[in-house]
């Protein structure tokens, strides 16, 4: 099982954070793609991937995930091979669709409906994949047209492409665009445009293998990877989490270190190569990462 370490908070020094994280023994260190969002500020996804991948060596670097609705697919491929560049071929490219309505629409650019949001991230990961392998693409969709290249610094190895899919059509569109796809357990929660956290509770078990079942008959040799909040301590904020939680699939990433590291590992049954690690505290991967790494 990899792990990997996502980076959510913009006070953090990006690069000091990359090598902490390297000498810990993480697989993967990655960066959100937000702006603001719940009164939360965020690094720049591009500019704090491109300081992880200067301060570090061999921990591979990923974007986790560069938000569609805010970006060009050619700007995230253009991003996508300079880090690939910079990092001497550790990147891994994260697109997702978007999902925040707020952050979108603060932005200034508009929220599309559920519908046009899905066949636009379907559009744009084409794209993208046509650009990370040949730095040129001509495409014609409904919602882009391109005609573009070359693009971007020359790469002796593209960088991987995943895709962030945690819907029946989402995965229906995108899953075979992929060689790797990570399943948004917590969908379900935000297809309103925001996170309903009330709704958190109501994951199980059969939600989960639901959606790894739907990825599989799309794509049946793609790897699988996953998104968890992970909170680690008895903290005031952790308790009332794991009491609100208790019971439901979230709730047993909460708790003590090695509750927690058996509740990460037993994600393989599911058919989960690889955890992506978002703390709800900030101590919480400096607290968890004893219990599983090696």
């Not at 954070?17 to 591009?46: F, I, K, L, M």
């Not at 393989?268 to 690690?277: K, P």
Request: proline share 6%.
């Amino acid at each position: 099982m990899e792990f990997v370490a996502n980076l959510v908070d913009s006070s953090i020094d990006p690069a000091a954070w990359a090598q902490v994280r390297e000498d810990e023994g993480w697989h993967v260190v990655s960066v959100a793609d937000h702006v603001a969002d719940r009164g939360r500020t965020y690094p720049h996804v591009w500019v704090a991937a491109g300081a992880m991948a200067a301060a570090t060596s061999t921990v591979r670097i990923a974007s986790a995930f560069a938000n569609n609705l805010l970006r060009s697919p050619v700007d995230v491929a253009h991003a996508g091979l300079a880090v690939q560049q910079a990092s001497g071929g550790r990147f891994e490219l994260g697109l997702g669709a978007g999902w925040s309505q707020p952050e979108v629409e603060g932005s200034g650019l508009r929220y599309p409906p559920p519908g046009e949001r899905v066949e636009r991230y379907a559009e744009a990961l084409q794209i993208v994949s046509t650009l990370l392998e040949t730095r040129h693409c001509r495409f014609s969709g409904t919602y882009y047209q391109i005609d573009i290249g070359p693009i971007g610094p020359p790469v002796d190895t593209p960088p991987t492409l995943t895709a962030s899919l945690g819907g029946p059509r989402s995965i229906a569109l995108c899953a075979a665009l992929v060689s790797r796809v990570e399943v948004k357990i917590t969908g379900r929660v935000t297809r309103g445009g925001t996170l309903a956290y009330g709704d958190l509770a109501s994951i199980d078990d059969a939600h989960v293998v639901d959606l790894v079942e739907r990825v599989r008959r799309a794509n049946p040799d793609a790897a699988l990877s996953t998104f968890i909040q992970v909170g680690c301590g008895n903290g005031e904020r952790l308790v009332t989490l794991q009491r609100d939680l208790e019971g439901s699939f979230l709730g047993r990433f909460i708790g003590e270190p090695d509750r927690v590291a058996n509740a990460l590992f037993d994600l393989e049954r599911f058919g989960f190569d690889r955890v992506l690690l978002t703390p709800y505290t900030p101590d919480s991967l400096d607290v968890l990462a004893p219990a599983i790494l090696p």
